[in-house]
């Protein structure tokens, strides 16, 4: 597991991202193993702290990927009636913060609940130190799953929500107190009508196949 990031010139990329947008890794509708029930899940792009074992290597560069303005991922995420609510994953959400929280908002509003997976503690992201808007993602979310994955923590059982023993679920919504229904060892396989697959939940795994 890679230290507290100080702040890095792998991040620098952000600087190109616009106000208002988002650089994504990936993106479903109707994901039951990402969070409570039925929900979309976002899948940012970058992260610094390159943990050993990282499910999604591939998410790790800040470089421009799939950018989309907060209008139209909040416009995809209400478009599927069936998404509950929407996940947060990465990549580190929490660098990207300002607009996941905009988002957030917005599908709140129209009765989503929100969740966040982090690598940074919660603790983390209450310090001066923590990325710019990280207090009003936190002011918007339901749930939040912290710490970094820590590969001789790892936890491969059917029922955990978690997947390294030094993770947390956080949840603030107490109407979702008992919603904790996940389990991190269940894969998803999403077929797009285009042919390719995007696997999902097994270890948090996310990959797309030609
Ligand atoms: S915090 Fe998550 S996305 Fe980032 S390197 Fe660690 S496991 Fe991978």
Redesign the pocket.
Same mark, same amino acid.
């Given at each position: 597991m890679a230290a507290f990031p100080p702040a890095s010139p792998l991040l620098s990329p952000l600087a190109s991202i616009l106000p208002e947008h988002l650089n994504l890794m990936g993106y479903v509708d109707r994901s039951e193993v990402n969070g409570p029930d039925c929900r979309a899940v976002v899948w940012v792009q970058g992260?610094c702290?390159?943990?050993s074992g990282?499910?999604?290597p591939q998410?790790?560069s800040f470089a421009p990927n799939q950018i989309i303005s907060v209008e139209a991922l909040v416009n995809r995420i209400l478009r599927e009636p069936r998404n509950q609510g929407v996940t947060f994953s990465? *990549?580190?959400p929490f660098w990207q913060a300002v607009a996941l929280a905009e988002v957030a908002r917005q599908v709140k509003a129209q009765g989503l609940s929100v969740m966040s997976f982090s *690598?940074f503690t919660w603790e983390q992201l209450q310090a001066e130190s923590a990325p710019v808007g990280s207090q009003a993602l936190l002011a918007q979310l339901d749930i939040l799953v912290d710490g970094?994955?820590v590969e001789s923590l790892a936890i491969h059982e059917a029922t955990s929500p978690v997947s390294s023993q030094n993770q947390r679920v956080h949840v603030f919504n107490p109407a979702l107190k008992n919603a904790i229904n996940w389990a991190s060892d269940q894969m998803e396989v999403h077929i797009f009508p285009d042919g390719s697959r995007l696997f999902t939940g097994y270890r948090g795994q996310v990959g797309l196949f030609d």
């Amino acid at each position: 597991m890679a230290a507290f990031p100080p702040a890095s010139p792998l991040l620098s990329p952000l600087a190109s991202i616009l106000p208002e947008h988002l650089n994504l890794m990936g993106y479903v509708d109707r994901s039951e193993v990402n969070g409570p029930d039925c929900r979309a899940v976002v899948w940012v792009q970058g992260c610094c702290r390159q943990c050993s074992g990282c499910f999604n290597p591939q998410s790790w560069s800040f470089a421009p990927n799939q950018i989309i303005s907060v209008e139209a991922l909040v416009n995809r995420i209400l478009r599927e009636p069936r998404n509950q609510g929407v996940t947060f994953s990465g *990549g580190e959400p929490f660098w990207q913060a300002v607009a996941l929280a905009e988002v957030a908002r917005q599908v709140k509003a129209q009765g989503l609940s929100v969740m966040s997976f982090s *690598g940074f503690t919660w603790e983390q992201l209450q310090a001066e130190s923590a990325p710019v808007g990280s207090q009003a993602l936190l002011a918007q979310l339901d749930i939040l799953v912290d710490g970094p994955y820590v590969e001789s923590l790892a936890i491969h059982e059917a029922t955990s929500p978690v997947s390294s023993q030094n993770q947390r679920v956080h949840v603030f919504n107490p109407a979702l107190k008992n919603a904790i229904n996940w389990a991190s060892d269940q894969m998803e396989v999403h077929i797009f009508p285009d042919g390719s697959r995007l696997f999902t939940g097994y270890r948090g795994q996310v990959g797309l196949f030609d």
